[in-house]
């Protein structure tokens, strides 16, 4: 009996000690007082709040004072900021996990970055639409927590997308309204501040705590069920199938009966059965009275139908993909999708990007080639190519070289921003038929120089053979 004791006690002191130890892994992931004692935020958490309280808190101000449909679309990026920082402070405390629960993990991000371009895009006739598209343009920077590496690249590059359009709301109001200038100033604050911020805690990629617990994707999931209210009643039964009595049968029967024996009964007039018809004159014929010929050809066809476009002649929307077919993985049909990764990667690999609009894929480790096709706003971040990255039929491509890459190819593309890294700059660059073409050079630790590809050339015939350079007007 004693003993049966002693192994009791044992294993009740065992459960407290697993109990306190479970309480105290989950205080201090969400910040709060385990015991009475206070478990304290990250460093890096509390410099993002302060990024949050000045640059942050200043553009909110600013879009209140303007007011309309710019004060809506701050309150949109402010919520995106909290998020983010809920995630940073997840991140403190938890090791990372796996690369499909991390996917899960930033769709909460993801959603405010494409709720922010819904916005710019129902607000099209905006008076203020240089400002939401500024923060359009701009937004996917806060995706710098998947990019591995150097993230600080990534937001500079998504604060220089939204200079073109900043630039735009200075010449209008830079004489006429103040407000707008300091508008501008606090918003380009944030993502160079993001940068500073970035770069101190940051500078390869996010950090994870090493020694707390893999995070749970429930951290970030939405209310339970049990608080959702409850779902509609389901439709009622169908009624039953219609009753035919004898009755009913026999009377129909007769009704059949009566119509054919009126059929043949006028069948058999013979001759006679034309008696009912009407008289037509000569003047009501036209064949023989010109004027109701000529009425019949000018007479509007109003009462011919209008074609229908049926539902199923319309074009069908491809379903996106994601997947490894054989040796190329095929990435296609994506929308406003700005956490798209592939990292198990093989040298024998090729990647081929497809129908893909306002999207962010980065690509890790070494593959052989890279094929961009028939896209629109899309950021590539990858790291080593042996082969060749390729540009076709595209638009507004924004492309980032972290490792090497010998050959960059980019034909009838409209805006293609290359940014490339010390070990790719040898990489040769050939474009046919594009415009808008710019080499980003790095110059110290995060800063760049960008350099414009010639558009326009000048042939001359030197007595034997054609020589072409660039113009001056095209750099």
């Known amino acids: 009996m004693e003993g049966l004791m002693l192994r009791l006690e044992r294993a009740v002191t065992r459960l407290e000690k697993m109990s306190i130890t479970m309480q105290a892994s989950t205080g201090m992931a969400n910040g709060d007082c385990v015991n009475g004692v206070d478990g304290g935020l990250p460093q890096y958490v509390e410099d993002f709040d302060v990024l949050l309280k000045g640059p942050v808190s200043d553009y909110l101000n600013y879009s209140r004072a303007i007011g309309s449909e710019v004060e809506k679309h701050a309150e949109l990026v402010i919520n995106a900021l909290e998020t983010q920082r809920t995630f940073l402070k997840m991140a403190a405390t938890h090791q990372e996990p796996a690369q499909t629960e991390l996917t899960d993990l930033l769709k909460p991000i993801s959603d405010h970055i494409q709720e922010i371009q819904n916005f710019r895009e129902r607000n099209r006739g905006s008076s203020h639409f240089n400002h939401l598209s500024a923060v359009s343009e701009s937004i996917p920077a ?19 997308a939204a200079t073109f359009y900043t630039n735009r709301v200075l010449k209008d109001y830079k004489e006429t309204d103040r407000r707008h200038v300091d508008w501008v100033h606090s918003y380009l604050s944030i993502w160079t501040e993001m940068q500073s911020f970035i770069k101190q805690h940051h500078t390869t990629g996010l950090v994870w705590s090493k020694s707390g617990p893999i995070a749970p994707p429930p951290l970030f999931n939405s209310p339970p069920a049990s608080s959702a209210p409850c779902p509609p009643p389901p439709p009622p039964p169908p009624g039953p199938p219609p009753v035919f009595t004898d009755d009913d049968s026999q009377a129909q029967a007769d009704s059949a009966a009566a119509q054919h024996s009126a059929l043949f009964a006028q069948l058999n007039q013979g001759m006679d059965i034309t008696k009912g018809l009407k008289h037509i004159s000569d003047d009501q014929k036209t064949h023989k009275n010109p004027n109701l010929r000529s009425q019949a050809a000018t007479a509007p066809r109003s009462k011919n139908p209008k074609p229908v476009n049926s539902p199923a002649a319309a074009v069908q929307k491809k379903p996106p993909l994601l997947e490894l077919e054989g040796k190329k993985w095929r990435v296609e049909n994506f929308e406003q999708k700005h956490d798209l990764v592939i990292c198990e990667t093989e040298l024998k690999q090729v990647v081929y990007v497809f129908n893909c609009n306002n999207c962010t894929l980065q690509i890790k480790g070494k593959i052989n080639s890279i094929i961009i096709d028939n896209c629109k706003k899309l950021g590539l971040v990858f790291e080593n190519v042996v082969g060749i990255v390729e ?9 980032q070289v972290l490792g090497t890459v010998p050959t960059i190819s980019i034909n009838k593309t409209e805006g293609c921003q290359v940014y490339l890294s010390k070990d790719s700059l040898s990489c040769d660059i050939v474009s046919a038929k594009s415009s808008e073409m710019n080499i980003m050079i790095p110059e110290g630790e995060d800063d760049y120089r960008e350099f414009p590809i010639p558009e326009q050339f000048k042939t001359v015939w030197d007595g034997s053979k054609l020589v072409t350079e660039p113009t001056e007007i095209a750099g």
């Not at 540009?391 to 492309?399: R, Y």
């Open 391 to 399: 540009i076709i039929n595209c638009k507004s491509i924004q492309l």
């Open 142 to 160: 806060l995706g710098w927590v998947a990019v591995s590496q150097k993230p600080g690249p990534y937001v500079k590059e998504m604060n220089d």
